[in-house]
């Protein structure tokens, strides 16, 4: 091999002469970590070849390819999916909230576990102008920086709470 081709930065030309083209048509292939099937004719013969030299490698077919199974992917739960089951825990543990919702500050609904009659979006609505009147009172008042909004009707009470620097907390809650 006197060319410069891919081949030449493998084999040098003394290796040439070591390797016959019908040799390596003919010897098995080797695959690290396969457990390779011997052929009777290979068997009887073992081989052993000088350090430095090309060991042979043959067709494809003296070998199989192991099956590759794909991993199973793993379910990791959404943002959305995490707020979700919080505010599900939230009401397993406290059975007088009857309802709930994570709201942004601009009024849209992050998660909420709110029954049928109750609108994400109004509720959501609601909450973040609450949240905006009873913020601008409290500094107005000179009672520093909100941290809830309390409400009481004659049916229950509503409780918006600080959730983090961007969020509220809707509960709805029984008497």
């Given at each position: 091999?006197?060319?410069?081709?891919?081949?030449?930065?493998?084999?040098?030309?003394?290796?040439?002469?070591?390797?016959e083209e019908d040799?390596?048509?003919?010897?098995?292939?080797?695959?690290?970590?396969?457990?390779?099937s011997t052929p009777p004719a290979a068997a009887a013969a073992p081989v052993s070849a000088p350090v430095g030299a090309v060991t042979p490698v043959a067709h494809a077919s003296h070998f199989s390819v192991p099956e590759v199974r794909p991993e199973p992917?793993?379910?990791?739960?959404?943002?959305?999916?995490?707020?979700?089951?919080a505010l599900d825990a939230l009401m397993e543990n406290n059975q007088e909230i009857l309802?709930?919702?994570?709201?942004s500050l601009d009024g849209f609904t992050m998660a909420a576990a709110?029954?049928?009659?109750?609108?994400?979006?109004?509720v959501g609505a609601m909450s973040a102008a609450i949240l905006g009147l009873g913020e601008?009172?409290?500094?107005?008042?000179?009672?520093?920086?909100?941290?809830q909004v309390f409400i009481e009707g004659e049916n229950g009470y509503v409780m918006l709470i600080a959730a983090g620097n961007r969020a509220v907390l809707t509960c709805i809650a029984d008497i």
């Open positions: 091999m006197s060319d410069n081709a891919f081949g030449a930065f493998f084999l040098s030309e003394g290796d040439d002469e070591l390797i040799e390596l048509l003919a010897a098995p292939v080797v695959v690290p970590g396969v457990p390779q992917s793993i379910h990791r739960p959404s943002r959305e999916e995490r707020l979700a089951a309802a709930a919702a994570l709201v709110l029954p049928p009659e109750m609108e994400d979006d109004r601008r009172a409290a500094a107005e008042l000179g009672r520093g920086a909100l941290t």
